[in-house]
């Protein structure tokens, strides 16, 4: 098809150009409309050979007018990245770039990013932001908390910045200040034993000369900072995560169905009980046991976790009575440094489940024994949800190590 154009529009886009704009597109050779159709073209016509120039028939090519210019044959993107110009925002990683959004917004001093993680995997990659001479920091979407990007490197398209996202997990990347001196462009564990699914080593702290990493798992790992100079550190205090195996208790709220209580030799998911109760229970079950914590895992300089594991859907974990927090997605994960002790703990997990597992069982009750009164009746696709805490429940030793 031959690029058609009003006559208005090409006079407007000439004014721009004029004033030092570029355009691309190819050369119109035709206006809509019937009106004073010939007239009116021949302008069109006149017009066009001052912006495309007599080029403007070739397939590819660039004319100069006042202060701007009119290409043609090349994309937006193809352009711009003749011109030095790069993507706002992209991911270097090509494997995760699709697993990577984003929005932009700039303000009179921070430029904004808002990265959102789309898979439902854990995501770790760096994110690659055109934004030069400002120091990067991350905002929490989810407890408004904010820290520096301790991870990060200046590079000629901008500014690099290491993401670590949970499964559909988002941050916003603020760009604000000066970029702080020295810094840590990357850090990565060398491969070797690992003792299990452990989160990757991180930077908690910088100073002058020296960087603490938080590690998971021992082995060399490698540090690298702003210019390029790469050191090794060795981790070996680092104990191997302990899994929660054995007997649990969990107790029901028997005015919805389930028993007061039952025992569950490993954890399992509550629609997978022989007991009708227990597999169509809706509400808040909670969990208990013995915690033991090793003396030496409270030692100075390390972080002690519960990781839950798999939970469906909801839990709030307890230490010695004090909660150590609700955690509602992935990674189902808390901090109990300050609230265990050496030796036994009593451990309390309240799980909270989806109320569709009350509703699929009252289906199959007669009206006078059902638990729940609702005009909204199951349909196709109704079907009881996993339940409960499945687990592993494991603990988990982090070991803050610095590097001079």
Same mark, same amino acid.
């Given at each position: 098809?031959?690029?058609?154009?009003?006559?208005?529009?090409?006079?407007?886009?000439?004014?721009?150009?004029?004033? *030092?704009?570029?355009?691309?597109?190819?050369?119109?050779?035709? +206006?809509? *409309?019937?009106?004073?159709?010939?007239?009116?073209?021949?302008?069109?016509? /006149?017009?066009?050979?001052?912006?495309?120039? %007599?080029?403007? !028939?070739?397939?590819?090519?660039?004319? =100069?007018?006042?202060?701007? =210019?009119?290409?043609?044959?090349?994309?937006?993107?193809?352009?711009?990245?003749?011109?030095?110009?790069?993507?706002?925002?992209?991911?270097?990683?090509?494997?995760?770039? &699709?697993?990577?959004?984003?929005?932009?917004?700039?303000?009179?001093?921070?430029?904004?990013?808002?990265?959102?993680?789309?898979?439902?995997?854990?995501?770790?990659?760096?994110?690659?932001? /055109?934004?030069?001479?400002? %120091?990067?920091?991350?905002?929490?979407?989810?407890?408004?908390?904010?820290?520096?990007?301790?991870?990060?490197?200046?590079?000629?398209?901008?500014?690099?910045?290491?993401? !670590?996202?949970?499964?559909?997990? %988002?941050?916003? #990347?603020?760009?604000?200040?000066?970029?702080?001196?020295?810094?840590?462009?990357?850090?990565?564990?060398?491969? *070797?034993?690992?003792?299990?699914?452990? &989160?990757?080593?991180?930077?908690?702290?910088?100073?002058?000369?020296?960087?603490?990493?938080?590690?998971?798992?021992?082995?060399?790992?490698?540090?690298?900072?702003?210019?390029?100079?790469?050191?090794?550190?060795?981790?070996?205090? #680092?104990?191997?995560?302990?899994?929660?195996?054995?007997?649990?208790?969990?107790?029901?709220?028997?005015?919805?169905?389930?028993?007061?209580?039952?025992?569950?030799?490993?954890?399992?998911?509550?629609?997978?009980?022989?007991?009708?109760?227990? =597999?169509?229970?809706?509400?808040?079950?909670?969990?208990?046991?013995?915690?033991?914590?090793?003396?030496?895992?409270?030692?100075?300089? =390390?972080?002690?976790?519960? !990781?839950?594991?798999?939970?469906?859907?909801?839990?709030?974990?307890?230490?010695?009575?004090?909660?150590?927090?609700?955690?509602?997605? &992935?990674?189902?994960?808390?901090? #109990?440094?300050?609230?265990?002790?050496?030796?036994?703990?009593?451990?309390?997990?309240?799980?909270?489940?989806?109320? +569709?597992?009350?509703?699929?069982?009252?289906?199959?009750?007669?009206?006078?024994?059902?638990?729940? /009164?609702?005009?909204?009746?199951?349909?196709? $696709?109704?079907?009881?949800?996993?339940?409960?805490?499945? $687990?592993?429940?494991?603990?988990?030793?982090?070991?803050?190590? #610095?590097?001079?």
């Amino acid at each position: 098809d031959q690029p058609h154009m009003p006559l208005e529009v090409l006079a407007k886009l000439e004014q721009f150009v004029r004033q *030092g704009a570029t355009i691309l597109g190819p050369k119109p050779v035709d +206006i809509p *409309g019937l009106q004073d159709h010939g007239e009116r073209l021949a302008k069109l016509h /006149r017009l066009a050979e001052v912006l495309w120039g %007599s080029g403007g !028939d070739s397939a590819a090519g660039e004319n =100069r007018h006042g202060k701007g =210019r009119v290409v043609w044959g090349v994309t937006a993107r193809q352009w711009l990245a003749k011109e030095g110009v790069g993507p706002d925002f992209s991911c270097p990683d090509a494997g995760r770039a &699709p697993d990577l959004d984003f929005i932009h917004r700039r303000t009179d001093d921070a430029e904004i990013y808002f990265v959102r993680n789309r898979s439902t995997q854990p995501l770790r990659a760096d994110g690659l932001f /055109r934004v030069h001479g400002r %120091s990067p920091g991350f905002w929490d979407p989810v407890d408004g908390g904010i820290e520096p990007a301790l991870v990060s490197k200046a590079v000629g398209e901008g500014t690099r910045v290491h993401l !670590d996202l949970p499964p559909g997990g %988002s941050v916003f #990347v603020v760009f604000s200040g000066l970029p702080a001196a020295g810094g840590v462009a990357s850090v990565s564990r060398i491969s *070797g034993p690992n003792g299990g699914s452990v &989160p990757a080593a991180t930077v908690v702290k910088t100073e002058a000369s020296s960087a603490t990493i938080r590690c998971w798992q021992n082995g060399p790992h490698v540090l690298e900072d702003a210019r390029g100079q790469r050191r090794t550190i060795e981790v070996d205090q #680092v104990p191997a995560p302990r899994v929660l195996a054995g007997e649990w208790t969990v107790v029901f709220d028997p005015e919805w169905g389930a028993p007061a209580e039952i025992k569950l030799p490993e954890l399992m998911s509550w629609t997978g009980h022989a007991d009708e109760g227990v =597999r169509h229970y809706s509400g808040t079950g909670t969990y208990t046991r013995t915690l033991e914590v090793p003396a030496e895992w409270l030692a100075a300089g =390390r972080r002690v976790f519960l !990781d839950l594991g798999e939970v469906r859907e909801v839990a709030e974990v307890f230490v010695n009575g004090r909660s150590a927090g609700v955690l509602w997605k &992935p990674p189902f994960r808390a901090d #109990v440094t300050a609230l265990a002790r050496p030796g036994g703990n009593e451990l309390k997990i309240e799980v909270m489940n989806l109320w +569709i597992n009350r509703l699929v069982g009252d289906q199959e009750l007669p009206p006078e024994k059902r638990f729940t /009164r609702t005009n909204i009746r199951g349909g196709q $696709g109704w079907e009881i949800q996993p339940a409960g805490l499945l $687990g592993p429940v494991r603990l988990l030793v982090a070991q803050d190590v #610095v590097s001079e």
